[in-house]
């Protein structure tokens, strides 16, 4: 069955280090999303692509980047880790265009920066 | 981006059909109404969607007002499984996004 896989799940990391947050789908999907899960925030997008070598900033994308080299994979780097990133990371993909398609969500990979 | 609105809470008591609300007043022509549920530890995961006419799924239905400025998910016996928070999303033609309000969280009583 097709998935959509986030890695690592859980990770600790210390403020100014390099981290880099995998997403890899297996529907061969297109559009591809970041978000972070704040308590009382909900979702927030972070970044999104489109297609292959295509980036789009979200509303939260300050400390983020993303590159889109292959359709399956949508890695997300905090160039340089901050306590404020601390928050649950969720991937998302989805085919076709237009409003008529669902999105599928990763399990979230839950980061801590100390 | 469009946006809409939700209570933030809701109780409902097990085996019992739950109504959930969303306005989205400023809904455009061409933008589908997708809702999705979180249950705990988990990440998002689709329920329905629709554009126009009312929709009926496995999971649950969706009622569309005539205007299309609110709509409804109806699930028809709620479990306990079905706690969880459900999101009420707009996605149109002319963007891919997904922006995600707060939700309303859904307490099932047993």
């Known amino acids: 069955d097709a998935e959509i896989t986030q890695s690592p799940r859980h990770k600790i990391t210390e403020t100014g280090r390099q981290v880099t947050l995998a997403c890899h789908q297996t529907w061969n999907h297109n559009n591809m999303f970041w978000y972070r899960q704040d308590l009382g925030h909900g979702l927030r997008l972070i970044h999104y692509?489109?297609?292959?070598?295509?980036?789009n900033k979200g509303e939260v994308s300050d400390g983020y980047s993303v590159s889109r080299s292959n359709t399956e994979d949508l890695p997300l780097t905090l160039e340089s880790a901050a306590s404020s990133q601390t928050s649950v990371y969720f991937c998302a993909s989805s085919g076709g265009t237009g409003g008529n398609t669902e999105a599928f969500f990763g399990q979230g990979t839950r980061l801590t920066v100390v | 981006d469009a946006k809409t609105t939700q209570p933030n809470s809701m109780e409902s008591n097990e085996e019992e059909p739950v109504h959930l609300p969303c306005n989205h007043s400023?809904?455009?022509?061409?933008?589908?109404i997708h809702w999705y549920r979180q249950l705990p530890s988990q990440g998002p995961e689709y329920v329905i969607h629709?554009?126009?006419s009312n929709v009926n799924n496995r999971m649950a239905s969706l009622a569309i007002a005539e205007d299309r400025k609110s709509s409804t998910l109806i699930l028809h016996r709620a479990t306990l499984r079905d706690a969880a928070v459900y999101y009420c999303i707009l996605r149109g033609s002319g963007t891919y996004k997904y922006i995600f309000g707060t939700g309303t969280r859904l307490k099932v009583l047993a």
């Open positions: 400023t809904i455009s022509g061409t933008d589908y």
């Open positions: 629709g554009l126009t």
């Open positions: 692509s489109y297609g292959v070598q295509d980036t």
